[in-house]
Structures are given as C-alpha cells and as structure tokens.
C-alpha cells in the first residue's frame, strides 16, 4: 500500500488530505520507508530531518480534523535543494567549507513553501556550489541515476530529479542558472520548470539585478509543477527583479487546442554542439509531434557570441560569491567552483559591458521568433547521461568540447534570453536513458508555456514512443555503484535538532 501512495501525484495526495482521505502522518511515514528502501541506491537525498517532520505532520493533521484553513501543499513532504538556507536543517552547499552549517532561518522560497503547509523532509544533492551538471561533491558523495546508478543524474538539481524520479517524496525544489533545473529533469525522467527572472523570489543570489539565476519548481507532471509554483511566486523584497502576479493566472491554466499549435524547432541553436544519436532521436520526436499540431517545422535562430556572453555573466556571478573565499584558499574551492572564480577574475569591465550588451541583443532577436511559432523546442541536454565518475563532458562526437560546461549549452542559450522553459520528459533516447524536451514559451509567457507542457504532455501519455518512462526499481537495487557511505539513522549535530548523514569524498 505505501508504495501505491507515494506513486500518487502531489496533486492528487494534497485532495485527499483536504478530504480527510488521507493523514499527512500516513503520507510521510510512506516517504520516509521509501526513502530508507531506495535512497542508499542513488544517494539524492542528503541531510534528512525525520522527527521534526513527524511533529510537522501530526500538526498538519490536526489542523485538518480541526477544520482549519489549509495551505496549497498542507500536509506534502518536500525535498529542498542543497544550495537553500533551511532553518535548523544542514545545508552544505556540497561543500566542505560548510559541513557544520545550519542556518538559523529559512530563506524567501523555503519560507514560502513551508507557509504553504509543506513539510521539509530532507535535503537533495547537488555539485559543490552548484557548479556543473554532475550531483557528486565531497561532503555528500554523486547522485546516481535512476535509470542506472553509474551514469549521472545531471545537475545541479540532480538529487531532487532522482528523488522525485523513484517516488521518494511528491515535491521537490530546484534552481536554474545554466540548466540546473531543466538538465537532471532529463536526465530522470521527470519535469523542471525555468520560471521567467522574478516570478518566483531568489534571496540567496548576490547580484540580485541579474537575471541568470532563478529558483523554480520539479515535479513528476505539469500538474505537480505548477501547484508547487503557485506557493512560491509573486513580490519579495530580497528580489529586485520581482514582479507582482495573481495567483489565478496559474490556479487554472487556459486550455490548450494542439491542433492549433505553431512549433519551431531546432537541435542546436546554430551554435550548440549535440551528439549525432541525440539529433536523430530529436528528429525522430519532432515527427511523432508534428500530426497532433498546426505547425512543426525547423526554425533559424541566431544566438550571435552566446558563448562568450555566457562565460563572462556567468563567470561575474562566482567572483561576487567566492572571491573572499579564493583569497583565505583557493585549494579550499573544488576544481569546477574555482575555474569559474579563475576565469572571472581575469576579465575586464570592458568584457562585462560587452557581454551585457550581447545578452540584450539575444533577448531581442530571440523574442522576433515569436511572431510565427507559439512554442520553440529543441533537446534539454546533447547527449545520453554519462557515468558520473567522469566529473564533465569533455567532448562531443569526437571533438573536444572548450571547457566543462560548454556541453550545457542548449539549456544555458535559453537562459541568456531570459524566456521561461519548462523540460517535458519525452520517451526514452537511443540507449534507453529518458530523453527531455525543452519547451520554451514566450517572454513572461509563463503560463502559457505550462499550458501548452500539460497539453503536450496529455498527448504524449497516449504515445509509446513520447510517454515519460518510469526507472525500474527492482533494477535498479541489482546495481553496485559505490555512490557514498549512507547512514540509515545518522546521530545529532551538537546542539541542534536535525539529522546528519555522509560519506567519504568521491
């Protein structure tokens, strides 16, 4: 029976806790023994906080029998990134530096969801900092993938794409700079939302006037996506970018008529590179799609010096967050964190005024394609998950890619134009790994672009070829991958109520 529970969407676990149908105690004591049972196979869940979640949901189900106001996630367990403040719960970042820190409240987005009536169960992996594609770090050890625990799960939301992929909890929560979001929701098979800069509040970012990195919401449907967003959107102080919206613009999502739908699409941008067995299993897709829409045909898209643009937006970011750091030890930093800190430091203002200029041109000309097509697709990720004991990609159809994160670039193109885009799980690819879609939709077009993800993906249930894949559990506990030392009832930090487990550095 608990595994039947925890399969159930989000969606439809919060109406049967409405209903008194189900205990928020039933539901998370589901969780937790999924979370026991599959958790040591793929290592997505890291700091766990089990006794304060019972008490959470013991008041969670009382405020139902009390016939109190319920919020939109009463009763829900959540996983929490690795890289958001949670109040009294480790947060590590996945870096050494903060194997003891525990913060002393929550920040913006995780306040939201709890006054929403979520229930923080844990936190999920991420790469130390957030930087790469690849959850391993040396405090928690590499999320495995649910497909197969010895190829990478993506990143940096990589322990919340596998924990939502195997049903450990219905919510978890993501971030996206480069492809943070939308890369492990590919990768696992499930969904991850880049929401327009300012929608949802991002209190951890330094430069907060840039609009690179959001926070958003995974789920494993549209559905479940949205309902966690809705508790998160709308103005906060700690977000200049910030922009009031009402919450029935996204409580009911217009219907979409796919016959009526014009898609443009292509497989690299022009300047993206992509392995040649993931450009055909994209054209391939494109095919089965084209019957259920009005329009599907191949789009031009001119993304200028993205590259480059990218480097140095990107590259100010890690200056602004690691420079006291690399000052007191730069051996302190892990390899990919203190690249990008190496690279930025060497640029000049004279590169960031061009780099912001050159964004501004993407923006522009990026917002033209609208005027023909209501949607553009293209792959989330070049190539089919790779082991996650190679750190990076280091090339791509033989040749070799220009530094270790260059192979994100299909995601990372669509962050510099600023549109919301959501991953869609579309099938499996040419070695049977889930294969995701990049929708991405127009300027603040966010609930459009979800509209059109739910229609897309009601059509793709129907389809073998285009349904999200399920990993096999069963499978998946045959696999030996030495992901990290897991601690089933990790002690006590000193002095604070929340659990702590780890493993050795990878």
């Known amino acids: 029976m608990q595994d039947k529970l925890v399969e159930k969407s989000a969606v439809e676990l919060r109406q049967l806790i409405g209903s008194k149908q189900l205990s928020p105690v039933e539901l998370l004591e589901a969780c937790?023994?999924?979370?026991?049972?599959?958790?040591?196979?793929?290592?997505?869940?890291?700091?766990?906080?089990?006794?304060?979640?019972?008490?959470?949901?013991?008041?969670?189900?009382?405020?139902?029998?009390?016939?109190?106001?319920?919020?939109?996630?009463h009763g829900l367990p959540i996983g929490i990134k690795d890289l958001e403040e949670t109040e009294g719960l480790l947060t590590t970042y996945g870096s050494p530096l903060y194997r003891g820190n525990i913060p002393a409240r929550d920040n913006a987005l995780v306040a939201r969801l709890r006054a929403a009536g979520a229930?923080?169960?844990?936190?999920?992996?991420?790469?130390?900092?957030?930087?790469?594609?690849?959850?391993?770090?040396a405090v928690w050890g590499a999320t495995g993938n649910p497909f197969n625990p010895l190829l990478n799960a993506g990143g940096s939301s990589g322990g919340s794409a596998a924990a939502l992929a195997t049903d450990?909890?219905?919510?978890?929560?993501?971030?996206?700079?480069?492809?943070?979001?939308?890369?492990?929701?590919?990768?696992?098979?499930?969904?991850?939302?880049?929401?327009?800069?300012?929608?949802?509040?991002?209190?951890?970012?330094?430069?907060?006037?840039?609009?690179?990195?959001?926070?958003?919401?995974?789920?494993?449907?549209?559905?479940?996506?949205?309902l966690q967003l809705r508790a998160t959107l709308g103005l906060h102080a700690s977000d200049p970018l910030g922009y009031a919206v009402s919450d029935s613009e996204f409580?009911?999502?217009?219907?979409?008529?796919?016959?009526?739908?014009?898609?443009?699409?292509?497989?690299?941008?022009?300047?993206?590179?992509?392995?040649?067995?993931?450009?055909?299993?994209?054209?391939?897709?494109?095919?089965?799609?084209?019957?259920?829409?009005?329009?599907?045909?191949?789009?031009?898209?001119?993304?200028?010096?993205?590259?480059r643009a990218f480097d140095v937006i990107r590259a100010e970011a890690f200056v602004?967050?690691?420079?006291?750091?690399?000052?007191?030890?730069?051996a302190s930093l892990g390899p990919n964190t203190r690249a990008n800190y190496e690279m930025?430091?060497?640029?000049?203002?004279?590169?960031?005024?061009?780099?912001?200029?050159?964004?501004?041109?993407?923006?522009?000309?990026?917002?033209?394609?609208?005027?023909?097509?209501d949607l553009i697709l293209s792959p989330t990720t070049p190539v089919s998950p790779f082991p996650w004991s190679e750190l990076y990609l280091?090339?791509?159809?033989?040749?070799?890619?220009?530094?270790?994160?260059?192979?994100?670039?299909?995601?990372?193109?669509?962050?510099?134009?600023?549109?919301?885009?959501?991953?869609?799980p579309c099938g499996r690819d040419h070695r049977g790994m889930p294969f995701g879609l990049q929708v991405t939709g127009p300027f603040r077009g966010d609930a459009r672009v979800l509209a059109c993800a739910a229609a897309?993906?009601?059509?793709?249930?129907?389809?073998?070829?285009l349904r999200r894949p399920r990993p096999d559990l069963t499978k998946l506990k045959t696999v030996h991958a030495p992901l990290t030392s897991i601690v089933t009832d990790p002690p006590l930090l000193q002095g604070q109520g929340t659990e702590q487990s780890g493993g050795p550095a990878v």
């Open 394 to 424: 280091k090339e791509v159809n033989g040749v070799a890619l220009e530094n270790y994160y260059r192979w994100l670039a299909l995601t990372y193109v669509v962050t510099l134009a600023t549109n919301p885009a959501i991953s869609l």
């Open 251 to 307: 409580a009911s999502l217009p219907q979409v008529d796919l016959s009526q739908l014009r898609i443009g699409y292509t497989e690299d941008f022009g300047v993206c590179d992509v392995d040649n067995g993931i450009r055909q299993v994209f054209r391939d897709k494109m095919a089965a799609i084209a019957p259920y829409v009005k329009l599907c045909e191949p789009v031009d898209v001119d993304m200028g010096e993205a590259h």
């Open 119 to 137: 229930i923080v169960a844990g936190k999920t992996n991420v790469p130390e900092m957030g930087a790469g594609a690849n959850s391993r770090n």
């Open 456 to 465: 897309l993906e009601q059509a793709f249930a129907g389809n073998e070829t």
């Open 32 to 73: 937790i023994a999924r979370i026991e049972d599959i958790n040591p196979h793929i290592n997505a869940v890291t700091a766990t906080c089990f006794e304060r979640a019972r008490g959470e949901a013991r008041a969670a189900e009382q405020a139902v029998i009390d016939g109190k106001p319920l919020g939109l996630l």
């Open 168 to 226: 450990l909890l219905p919510l978890c929560s993501g971030s996206d700079t480069g492809g943070s979001l939308r890369i492990p929701a590919a990768k696992c098979g499930v969904v991850g939302f880049r929401p327009s800069p300012g929608l949802v509040p991002s209190e951890r970012k330094l430069l907060g006037w840039t609009p690179i990195s959001v926070v958003g919401p995974m789920g494993r449907d549209v559905a479940d996506t949205v």
């Open 320 to 330: 602004a967050g690691f420079d006291a750091a690399y000052r007191r030890d730069p």
């Open 344 to 373: 930025g430091a060497a640029m000049s203002l004279l590169d960031c005024a061009w780099a912001q200029s050159e964004q501004t041109r993407i923006f522009r000309r990026f917002q033209q394609l609208y005027e023909r097509y």
